[in-house]
C-alpha cells in the first residue's frame, strides 16, 4: 500500500474536485506546498499512470479518478500510526525522574555571553 501524507492527501482530493487541468502555482498558493513537495507528489502518481503533467498543470487520468474512488479509504482513512504524535501514556513511559537534575549540554552554550554577563555587557534584549 502506498503511504500518503497529508499533504498528498489534500493535493489528491483536490485535483480529483476539478475535471479539468489544475494550475501548479494554484495548488502552491492553496496548500501552501513547495514547488519540489507538488512536483514529487505529481511524479509518484504520473508513474504510476494515476495523473498527468501539461507545462504547469497537472490533472488526474481517468484512470487515477477510478483509483481515488476505489481506493478511496485507503488514501483518506488510513492512517500509519507512527506518523501521529504519542499519546500521554506513551510519553510518560519514557519520561524522566522529576528528581533527575538538569544538566545543559556545555558544548551548546555560547562562552560569550557568560563573559559579557560577568562584565556587564549583556543588555535586556540580548545584545551588547
Known amino acids: 500500500m502506498i503511504k500518503f501524507t497529508s499533504s498528498d492527501r489534500e493535493v489528491i482530493r483536490?485535483?480529483?474536485?476539478?475535471?479539468?487541468?489544475?494550475?501548479?502555482y494554484r495548488l502552491h498558493v492553496e496548500f501552501g506546498l513547495s514547488p519540489a513537495q507538488i512536483l514529487d507528489?505529481?511524479?509518484r502518481l504520473i508513474d504510476v499512470g494515476l495523473a498527468e503533467r501539461q507545462?504547469?498543470?497537472?490533472?488526474?487520468?481517468?484512470?487515477?479518478?477510478d483509483w481515488v474512488l476505489a481506493a478511496r479509504g485507503n488514501i483518506f482513512f488510513f492512517t500509519d500510526s507512527a506518523s501521529w504524535?504519542?499519546?500521554?501514556k506513551q510519553l510518560l513511559a519514557n519520561a524522566m525522574d522529576p528528581s533527575t537534575p538538569y544538566l545543559p549540554?556545555?558544548?551548546l552554550i555560547d562562552r560569550n555571553f557568560f563573559?559579557?554577563?560577568?562584565?556587564?555587557?549583556q543588555s535586556n534584549d540580548g545584545t551588547s
Open 105 to 107: 549540554n556545555l558544548r
Open 14 to 24: 483536490f485535483l480529483f474536485s476539478k475535471r479539468d487541468w489544475v494550475d501548479l
Open 85 to 88: 504524535r504519542p499519546s500521554a
Open 55 to 65: 507545462a504547469a498543470e497537472a490533472r488526474l487520468t481517468v484512470q487515477g479518478r
Open 115 to 121: 563573559v559579557k554577563m560577568a562584565l556587564g555587557n
Open 41 to 43: 507528489m505529481l511524479e
